[in-house]
Structure formats: structure tokens, C-alpha cells
């Protein structure tokens, strides 16, 4: 595993991964680690309701070498978390070692100091990168994992190379830190298992070189100075996720934000004539998420930000200096993206889901252009709704 990377910018970047441990043996695997981690004393569990089972059986495991252990359960739930957050840092409080398992919302209370994260989904992935603690990988767990989890994290990947694309586009109005050499190995690592065929989905060559895609993709993208850019359409995601009545994990709308994004900016750079259109309405875009969302008007607005006019010409200066380049860097990778759809819809069918029925394409296109106010980060797709392009 490369954890240092010397980069064409002249930094040698290191990994900001405190510890990736990668275990082939399970659960029992996993106890050892810990048995390795800290010599005795209590290890409590946190886990999401799905991985119950899991987090049971690592409390067996360490009960049955003389440690103390409980397992505490948390529901995924918005309004809850700031508690949930409270609740966490109780258990931690009262432990030697905190054990986090589970999915991403887990991730997300990991609340530092001494602790464990237990990497068991393949839907969690981005807890690799964002984890401020150990993070273990069962390799056995996540072949295990249901089906619309492996679905999920192959959707978060269509996602992250449009942050590629936007990282570059953003970098080249920068004179420094270019870090090119680190956006290209991200991007070589997602094409690569995109282009790869597989029989059947749940195989487990598919399911490992997913996993393996996920563990150098964290690897190389906490590298990066603004490695939170990479994250720049989980807002996107989880707004339509919203809307479609959270049936859909959110990678699994990521695949969708992720793929429509693409169709948007192909077509529309192709055709130019930028200066033809008025502005975004952006507060009406604002009132229409929290419509459609159910979220509070005040908290859309408070993630908006404020572009000024000057801003505006600036970046509208640069995407016009790059239209023809980031077209051509579409195309390029067309035949790539068609390849992942259609592995994405191999997924759905060998799992009995269904793809189709979640959301019409009008509510999936209003909910979609007005959430792209809410991110945090520039954006192509951003700036052209600014403009009002699309
Ligand atoms: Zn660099």
C-alpha cells in the first residue's frame, strides 16, 4: 500500500489515513487485532442496527479472552444526531477502547480518542478516508454485504471522478499545488474497474476489486490538501435520497446524481452561448429543496454561498478557456461511464432489485440543478447553474 506519494507539484504527500489494517480472516480476525490494539479492559461496540449480528459476535469473541464488553445500537436518524453524538461520546468515556462497526452514519460519530473503526459494507467506504481512527477492513464481511450495498459503493465511484474532474477544472485557476499526478491515480483506479467485465456481480472478483478500487482510492484522495472536495456531491445525493423516500442508500443515488451530471455537461458545454441565459433564481432553487426535502428553509439557505459577480466572470472566463478541453476529457471517458451503467443495472437485476420506479426524470431534475446551490465546493455544473445554463 502506497501511504507516500512523491507528486509532480514537489510535495511527497503522505496518507492522512491514521492506520489501515486489512483482515482476511473475519471477525475472528478482526478480535485478534484488537487483542493486539489494547492487552485488557473494557471494548465497547457501536454499531448500526444492520451489523447487530456482527457486533454481537466480536463482543463473544472478546468476552470469551477476559475483556469487558457491551454492544450499543444506533438507528440512523438527521434529527437524532447531534445526541447520538452525546450518547457516543458516554460510551467512549467509559471505555479503553471504543469499537465502531457499521455504515456511514457510524463513521460520522466516530468521535476520536482511542478507538476502532470496523469497516464491514462496502456501502461505509468513504469512512476509509474520513475515519479519524484505526480503520479495519473485513474483507470477509463485505463479501457478505448485501447486494444494494455493493451497489451503492460502485455508485459513489461515478461521483467521485466528476469531483476529478471539477478538482482539475478548480486547480487550473490556481497557480499552485496542481497535484495532477494524485487526481490521475483516482481516476486510473475508477476507469480501471470500470472497464472490467464480470460474469456475475456478487462474485467474488468483482466484490474485491471493488473493495480494492475503494481502500487506494481513500488512500490516494487523503492525500490531497482539499480532500473535502472529493465529498462535494454527498449534499446532491442526499437531498435526492430525500426525495425518493430514503429507499435508495446513498451511493445508490450518487450512481444517479453522478451519471445525469455527466449527460448535463456534455451536452451543454458541446453548445456554448453562455451569455444567452439569466442567472439562477438561487433562493427559489433553495425554497424548492426544502419543499421537496422536508428540510428546514433556513438550513438550505446557510449552506448557500454567496458567488460575487466578479467571482462569476472569473470562473465563467476559465470554463471558457476549458469548455473544449473538459468536452473532450467527456468524451474520452464516455465509453467507460456507458460500461458502468450497464454493470450497474447487472448488479440490480442479479440482485432481484428494481432500478427503474424510484423517481420520475422531471423531479429528478428539478430536486438535482437546485441542490447544486447547496455545494460546499466549486463545481462545473455548479457555476453553469449560477449562470443559469441548465
Ligand atoms: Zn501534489
Request: charged share 25%.
Amino acid at each position: 500500500m502506497i501511504m507516500k506519494y512523491d507528486c509532480e507539484c514537489g510535495t511527497v504527500h503522505s496518507s492522512k489515513i491514521n492506520k489501515l489494517i486489512i483482515v482476511e480472516s473475519g471477525v475472528v480476525g478482526v478480535s485478534e487485532i484488537i487483542r493486539k490494539i489494547i492487552r485488557a479492559g473494557t471494548v465497547n461496540i457501536i454499531a448500526c442496527v444492520i451489523a447487530e449480528d456482527y457486533a454481537r459476535g466480536l463482543k463473544l469473541l472478546m468476552e470469551k479472552s477476559g475483556y469487558l464488553s457491551n454492544v450499543y445500537l444506533f438507528e440512523e436518524s438527521e434529527d437524532e444526531f447531534a445526541a447520538n453524538v452525546e450518547k457516543t461520546i458516554d460510551v467512549a468515556s467509559i471505555s479503553d477502547l471504543t469499537v465502531y462497526v457499521g455504515d456511514e452514519y457510524i463513521s460520522r460519530l466516530v468521535t476520536g480518542g482511542n478507538s476502532v473503526f470496523v469497516l464491514t459494507s462496502i456501502a461505509s467506504s468513504t469512512a476509509i478516508s474520513s475515519s479519524k481512527s484505526t480503520v479495519i477492513v473485513d474483507k470477509i464481511a463485505i463479501m457478505k454485504c448485501p447486494f444494494n450495498h455493493i451497489a451503492s459503493g460502485y455508485g459513489k465511484l461515478i461521483t467521485k471522478l466528476l469531483c476529478v474532474l471539477d478538482y482539475r477544472a478548480w486547480t487550473a485557476s490556481q497557480k499552485d499545488k496542481k497535484c495532477n499526478d494524485i487526481l490521475n491515480q483516482i481516476e486510473g483506479c475508477i476507469l480501471r474497474l470500470f472497464d472490467s467485465r464480470y460474469v456475475y456481480y456478487k462474485d467474488g472478483d468483482f466484490v474485491r476489486d471493488l473493495t480494492n478500487c475503494f481502500i487506494q482510492v481513500a488512500v490516494y484522495e487523503s492525500m490531497l490538501d482539499s480532500s473535502e472536495m472529493l465529498h462535494n456531491y454527498d449534499i446532491v445525493s442526499s437531498n435526492l435520497q430525500a426525495v425518493v423516500g430514503r429507499k435508495l442508500l446513498l451511493g445508490e443515488c450518487e450512481m444517479i446524481v453522478g451519471w445525469y451530471s455527466f449527460n448535463i455537461l456534455r451536452a451543454v458545454l458541446t453548445h456554448g452561448g453562455a451569455d444567452l441565459f439569466y442567472p439562477a433564481d438561487i433562493i427559489a432553487d433553495a425554497e424548492l429543496i426544502s419543499l421537496l426535502t422536508k428540510r428546514k428553509l433556513k438550513n438550505v439557505v446557510g449552506n448557500i454561498e454567496i458567488i460575487k459577480s466578479s467571482e462569476v466572470d472569473r470562473l465563467a472566463y476559465v470554463l471558457e478557456e476549458y469548455r473544449i478541453d473538459i468536452v473532450d476529457y467527456i468524451n474520452g471517458i464516455w465509453d467507460s461511464l456507458n460500461l458502468a451503467m450497464k454493470n450497474y443495472r447487472r448488479i440490480y437485476y442479479d440482485a432481484g432489485l428494481e432500478l427503474s420506479g424510484s423517481i420520475s426524470l422531471e423531479k429528478l431534475s428539478k430536486v438535482v440543478c437546485s441542490s447544486f446551490c447547496e455545494q460546499k465546493y466549486f463545481s462545473i455544473v455548479k457555476l453553469l447553474r449560477t449562470r443559469g445554463e441548465i
